[in-house]
T-cell receptor, first 112, second 111 residues
């Protein structure tokens, strides 16, 4: 079992839809959970991060972490064509000297 | 403006040739990282460095080498021992536990 699992999609939705992106993980030591957005042929940009469990909201984006289920989610409300990108989840333990472990990314397409 | 600069954007390598990818940051971040991205594979860690003159191997270090002589710079050399180097290479930096910044990547192709 890989440490981080993410469905690669592709996921296609109409403009205005609510999008749910998810990752599961196996390492219970993970404490930092991030979501990155990557446009084609560009470097990833950090969207949101969460420490330990709970929810975090930023505009149209909500990140959720359920450590009991080892499951994290990113919700996008009122999706826009400009949200079309690959979304990568990443996580790491609360331990100095460690690097992020990434999921494979989910490709999202929002049509107008 | 602060950020991470990777160069070149596109790089072509002949069989048996070593090539070096540049990564420079002016964010005063302590840690720097190199990832490789292949279609459908996500980001895989090659090397990372927490401080100057120190670095650690990631999951796929074979065929690669790095140096960290300055805080701002973390070049990656793809050696001839790397048999399948065609990929998108990404450099990142962080201060603390969050890897907040990535460069725009270098696309390496073997010709």
């Amino acid at each position: 079992q890989k440490e981080v699992e993410q469905d690669p999609g592709p996921l296609s939705v109409p403009e205005g839809a609510i999008v749910s992106l998810n990752c599961t993980y196996s390492n219970s030591a993970f404490q930092y959970f991030m979501w990155y957005r990557q446009y084609s042929r560009k470097g990833p940009e950090l969207l949101m991060y969460t420490y330990s469990s709970g929810n975090k909201e930023d505009g149209r984006f909500t990140a959720q972490v359920d450590k009991s289920s080892k499951y994290i989610s990113l919700f996008i409300r009122d999706s826009q064509p400009s949200d079309s990108a690959t979304y990568l989840c990443a996580m790491k333990p609360n331990q100095a000297g460690t690097a992020l472990i990434f999921g494979k990314g989910t490709t999202l397409s929002v049509s107008s | 403006d602060g950020g991470i600069t990777q160069s070149p954007k596109y790089l072509f390598r002949k069989e048996g040739q070593n090539v070096t990818l540049s990564c420079e940051q002016n964010l005063n971040h302590d840690a720097m990282y190199w990832y490789r991205q292949d279609p459908g594979q996500g980001l895989r860690l090659i090397y990372y460095s927490q401080i100057v003159n120190d670095f650690q191997k990631g999951d796929i270090a074979e065929g690669y080498s790095v140096s960290r002589e300055k805080k701002e710079s973390f070049p990656l050399t793809v050696t001839s021992a790397q048999k399948n180097p065609t990929a998108f290479y990404l450099c990142a930096s962080s201060k603390g536990q969050i890897e907040a910044f990535f460069g725009q990547g270098t696309r390496l192709t073997v010709v």
